[in-house]
């Protein structure tokens, strides 16, 4: 029976899209799941572009008892994911999960996009992910074991009016998750995507900033798209993490995991 008290103890995590983890303020999924793993005995390495609440998040952690440091990371650039990867093996020796889940959006139509936005979303979203596999696995292998975890989104799935560029690029990172899993599933090494929906986060925030200072008439009409009757919030996020980042999911790769309070199964407005 497996110990539910340290659901991760003693396994060394990478996660990019870390920063936004300070207590007191409202969390990125990075962030709130690094201090989650940490609390549950993983040693968490965290990236971002973000230094100063980086750096916070993970002195935060190490306050709480828990093992962190933090390096920055642009997940665009393969010589941050090199010196990263490295970082994590010489403080902690190994390497057993990994966390995509930096990102950025960038809103509009197809005839609105300009090759800029649409570069930055594929960077961000499909390269980005890319590296970051390209670069873990190889000390996965070491262990024969390993857990890839690749944030997504709905938008990835089912296709978003709000940005073509991002939707496109989180299709992008859905099948590059089913992808790898397929060519690492005989080494023990699993990868699976996450899907967020409507979620209160620091990204979301600064989107509807953007919408509504466009738009001073504007409604939020989200909570009306989904059945639970709420936003979800970073731990909901946090605690798929922690689940598939330990040893309860062993027989689960290539899977996509939606979390968006029943919107999908509602079907999305028109």
């Known amino acids: 029976m497996i110990d539910q008290a340290k659901r991760v103890q003693g396994k060394v995590a990478l996660i990019s899209g870390a920063a936004q983890g300070v207590s007191g303020k409202v969390m990125g999924f990075g962030g709130a799941s690094a201090r989650l793993l940490a609390e549950h005995g993983a040693s968490v390495m965290l990236g971002d572009i973000d230094v100063d609440n980086g750096e916070k998040t993970a002195a ?35 390497l057993d999960i990994l966390v995509s889940s930096a990102g950025t959006t960038a809103p509009g139509s197809v005839d609105g996009t300009t090759v800029e936005m ?12 890319m590296l970051g596999i390209k670069h873990v696995v190889p000390q996965m292998r070491k262990n024969n074991s390993g857990s890839i975890i690749n944030m997504s ?3 990835g799935i089912v296709g978003g009016g709000f940005s073509a560029s991002y939707a496109a690029a ?23 995507s996450l899907h967020p929906g409507e979620l209160d986060t620091p990204l979301a925030r600064s989107a509807m900033e953007d919408i509504v200072d466009n738009d001073p008439d ?20 946090a605690n798929l993490v922690l689940y598939l980042a330990s040893d309860e999911s062993t027989y689960v790769t290539g899977s996509e995991f939606v ?12």
């Open 60 to 94: 935060e952690i190490r306050e709480m008892g828990g093992k962190a440091e933090f390096i920055k990371l642009d997940v665009t650039l393969e010589r941050d994911w090199i010196e990263a990867v490295n970082k994590t093996i010489v403080n902690f020796g190994r």
């Open 259 to 270: 979390i968006d309070g029943g919107m999908l199964a509602k079907g999305l407005p028109g």
């Open 118 to 129: 649409w570069n930055s979303q594929m960077d961000m979203h499909g390269k980005g992910c």
């Open 153 to 155: 989104s709905t938008d």
């Open 170 to 192: 989180k299709g992008a990172n859905r099948l590059l998750t089913k992808t790898a899993a397929l060519q690492y599933a005989s080494e023990g090494i699993r990868v699976n």
């Open 218 to 237: 504007f409604q939020d009409p989200r909570l009306n798209w989904i059945p639970l009757g709420r936003l979800g919030t970073a731990i909901d996020v």
